[in-house]
């Protein structure tokens, strides 16, 4: 199921993949190893920054500044240049495992880490001063595709574009998971509820994610990434050819998978554009029964014909770049 993941919002397919796998490990009734928690939110983060990267920076280009585009580029490459060392993939990263990841990250690359989120604020500042105060493009967003506070709960609304209408609501707060309860950052919000909000509150978001990283990068834990559990995670290769459990086990989660109990869950987490929810009911063999997902753009592209009513097409453009609509969590 996990290269699925990947491609409901593929500009941050790492989240992606951590939503799923902490649904399934929550019907398994497990809990991953302290280190592989801590490199799952840094990889959380750094895609919340990847995303709001390319929202910004395309929804920039739409309405006429090319230059932000390039600004906002060259760190979401640095950032990509993480993945796929960790995956070797850039896009499409099916980097998680269930009870742990792939393999651990390679040596230097928490400093390596460290040296590309040093980079970022700098490059808010550029674009800051590019297009916060800049004339043009706060005739081109301010007012636009604007939805009141309450209109945004009874869409369901959640990330961003919720916060951006004054709601103080993110599940990292709200209903911590991993270990965002641990360090200190805000929550972003901004008032309005319309393009330029949005986008206040996504370059706020950024700032407080290198905030996150930077308290995170400090004291990474040792020790393993997988769960000490041949039922659920791979033996190490060591063991599947010198060992005759190492081998059965190995047979026995390729050919039969993992095999939670019956059952069903929901979990969700805090993913770049909002809820990402994951409802996966399990009659006992190595297929899910069912997965359901609450994909956050699913909700909010329902608002677009209203928050359009009484605008121009050169508004909408605008005001859909900044919903940062993402077509893999539409058609699922």
């Given at each position: 199921v996990i290269p699925f993941t990947d491609r409901l919002n593929y500009c941050s397919a790492m989240s992606n993949n951590v939503g799923y796998v902490m649904a399934v490990e929550k019907l398994l009734g497990i809990e991953a190893t302290p280190r592989c928690q801590r490199i799952r939110l840094i990889l959380c983060e750094l895609s919340r920054i990847a995303d709001h990267l390319v929202c910004i920076g395309a929804n920039a280009v739409d309405v006429g500044a090319l230059t932000c585009f390039w600004y906002f580029f060259r760190e979401r490459e640095n950032i990509y240049d993480l993945f796929e060392a960790c995956s070797g993939a850039r896009l499409t990263t099916s980097y998680t495992r269930v009870g742990g990841l792939y393999k651990d990250v390679p040596?230097?690359?928490?400093?390596?880490?460290?040296?590309?989120?040093?980079?970022?604020?700098?490059?808010?500042?550029?674009?800051?001063?590019?297009?916060?105060?800049?004339?043009?493009?706060?005739?081109?967003?301010?007012?636009?595709?604007?939805?009141?506070?309450?209109?945004?709960?009874?869409?369901?609304?959640?990330?961003?574009?919720?916060?951006?209408?004054?709601?103080?609501?993110?599940?990292?707060?709200?209903?911590?998971?991993?270990?965002?309860?641990?360090?200190?950052?805000?929550?972003?919000?901004?008032?309005?509820?319309?393009?330029?909000?949005?986008?206040?509150?996504?370059?706020?978001?950024?700032?407080?994610?290198?905030?996150?990283?930077?308290?995170?990068?400090?004291?990474?834990?040792?020790?393993?990434?997988?769960?000490?559990?041949?039922?659920i995670v791979l033996p190490p290769k060591d063991d599947v050819y010198n060992s005759i459990e190492g081998l059965m086990a190995h047979f026995k989660v390729i050919m039969h998978g993992i095999q939670p109990p019956k059952g069903e869950v929901y979990s969700f987490t805090e993913s770049p554009n909002g809820e990402l929810g994951f409802f996966v009911a399990s009659d006992g063999v190595g297929r899910p029964y069912r997965v359901k997902v609450r994909p956050p753009c699913f909700a909010i592209y329902a608002a677009f014909p209203e928050l359009m009513m009484g605008q121009t097409v050169s508004d909408a453009v605008a005001a859909l770049g900044s919903l940062n609509i993402v077509a893999g969590e539409l058609d699922r």
């Open positions: 040596d230097g690359w928490f400093d390596w880490c460290k040296k590309v989120i040093k980079g970022i604020p700098r490059t808010l500042d550029d674009v800051d001063g590019l297009l916060t105060a800049n004339r043009i493009w706060i005739d081109r967003t301010n007012g636009v595709g604007a939805i009141s506070k309450e209109r945004a709960i009874e869409y369901g609304f959640t990330g961003p574009c919720l916060r951006a209408c004054g709601v103080d609501y993110d599940l990292r707060k709200t209903n911590p998971y991993l270990e965002y309860s641990k360090f200190d950052w805000n929550v972003c919000t901004a008032t309005g509820g319309d393009t330029y909000a949005r986008y206040l509150v996504r370059m706020a978001e950024m700032r407080e994610s290198v905030k996150i990283l930077e308290q995170a990068l400090k004291d990474v834990p040792e020790g393993p990434v997988n769960v000490d559990d041949w039922s």
